[in-house]
Structure formats: structure tokens, C-alpha cells
């Protein structure tokens, strides 16, 4: 069974710190995909990237960055230089072959001004 | 373009009573999802649907939850009789259907308070 753990439950930064947030996930399947998505006070969940499990290229997009390992089953991501906005639920996800998204259970992130 | 559009934003009601989500996918999306999610918690998948037909209802609680995507767009959800236990955030997901691992889009979600 597909499994997702994020491990941080919440994390509280100072503005212009940089922040990792981990996630660990289980699954049998060769072919899976992995996902962060950004869920702010207003509730809505904002995909921020995709990753499919052939492609461990790390990738950096502004001031986010992600680490795919496939070797340790981890899916981090960072945000470098924090800022306000940037205060949020952020929840990795994974998806198998039937497309069922198993999500964690998220890590709350507070950036202080 | 429009992304998913979900009705209403919040919702009170008693326990016992009954209660309907509405929720309209991004324009050309073939799958939908309806999403609970606790308080604390991830989303967790209650049921998909491709086109106007059921994938995947193992985790929907049939005895009192239903939904229907009767013309293969829009979708509506609903509890009946409601419980404590379901007071959450329902969240809907459309996405194209290209293929395995597609990005799902979401709605901004009903937040439900069974009192």
C-alpha cells in the first residue's frame, strides 16, 4: 500500500531563513508520481510541482527547490529565503498507477516578519 | 482559464440533517475527485469519477454519502443523514486525463460544521 509521511507536523521560521520540509514515502509500483502542493488560510490547495519516479533531476523554480532520492524514498522541499506569504500547509502527495493520490498529513509552516 | 468552481464556500448544519455540495470541473476535464478532509489532516479520497462514470468509491461511506456526475460535467455530493464526524472540508479535483500521474487541480473546497 502507498504510504506518505511527513514527518515535520510544523515548522516556524524567521523571514529570509531558509526551511526543508521532509517527506517519505512507501510504495511497490516502479512507475509513481510525487507531488507537493501549498494550502494556504483560504483553504485552496495549490499544486507546486510533479515529480515521476524516472526522473530524479532536482529542480529549482525561484526560491523553491525540491530533492528527490529515490534511493532514501524522499521527495524534500525548500524554500530559500522565507518570506510572510510563504506561510501555509504544505502536503506531499504520491500517486500510483490508478492515479489514486494518497496525501500526508502536512506540515504547517509559520514564517515570522 | 477557469479552474474548479465549488458551492457552497460554507455550510452549518445539525446533526441528522441532510446536506448537498455542488462542484464544477475545469472545462475538458474528464476525471473528478471529492477530497474530506479533517481538520489536521491530508485530503483523503472518497470517490473518482471519469466522465459520468464511478472509478474508484471504496472509501465513500455509501450508507450515507452519495454522488452523482450524471451528464459527465458538473458533480454534487451528498451526506445523508450528517454526523459529527463530518464536519471537514470537501474538496473537489478535476484533471484532463492524459495519463497516469496528471496533475489534480482543486477546488477551494466546502467547509462543513455538523453541530
Known amino acids: 500500500a502507498q504510504k506518505v509521511t511527513q514527518a515535520q507536523t510544523e515548522i516556524s521560521v524567521v523571514e529570509k531563513e531558509d526551511v526543508t520540509l521532509d517527506c517519505v514515502y512507501e510504495t511497490r509500483d516502479t512507475t509513481y508520481y510525487l507531488f507537493w502542493y501549498k494550502q494556504p488560510p483560504s483553504g485552496e490547495l495549490v499544486f507546486l510541482i510533479r515529480r515521476n519516479s524516472f526522473d530524479e533531476q532536482n529542480e529549482i523554480s525561484g526560491r523553491y527547490s525540491w530533492n528527490f532520492q529515490k534511493s532514501t524514498s524522499s521527495f524534500n522541499f525548500t524554500i530559500t529565503a522565507s518570506q510572510v506569504v510563504d506561510s501555509a500547509v504544505y502536503f506531499c502527495?504520491?500517486?500510483?498507477?490508478?492515479?489514486?493520490?494518497?496525501f500526508g498529513a502536512g506540515t504547517r509552516l509559520t514564517v515570522k516578519p | 482559464e477557469a479552474g474548479v468552481a465549488q458551492s457552497p464556500r460554507y455550510k452549518i448544519i445539525e446533526k441528522r440533517q441532510s446536506v448537498a455540495f455542488w462542484c464544477n470541473p475545469i472545462s475538458g476535464h474528464a476525471t473528478l475527485y471529492w477530497y474530506q478532509q479533517i481538520l489536521g489532516q491530508g485530503p483523503k479520497l472518497l470517490i473518482q469519477?471519469?466522465?459520468?462514470?464511478?472509478?474508484?468509491d471504496s472509501q465513500l461511506p455509501k450508507d450515507r454519502f452519495s454522488a452523482e456526475r450524471l451528464k459527465g460535467v458538473d458533480s454534487t455530493l451528498k451526506i445523508q443523514p450528517a454526523k459529527l464526524e463530518d464536519s471537514a472540508v470537501y474538496l473537489c479535483a478535476s484533471y484532463f486525463s492524459g495519463g497516469v500521474g496528471d496533475t489534480q487541480y482543486f477546488g477551494p473546497g466546502t467547509r462543513l460544521t455538523v453541530l
Open positions: 469519477f471519469q466522465n459520468n462514470g464511478v472509478v474508484d
Open positions: 502527495a504520491l500517486s500510483e498507477g490508478n492515479n489514486d493520490m494518497r
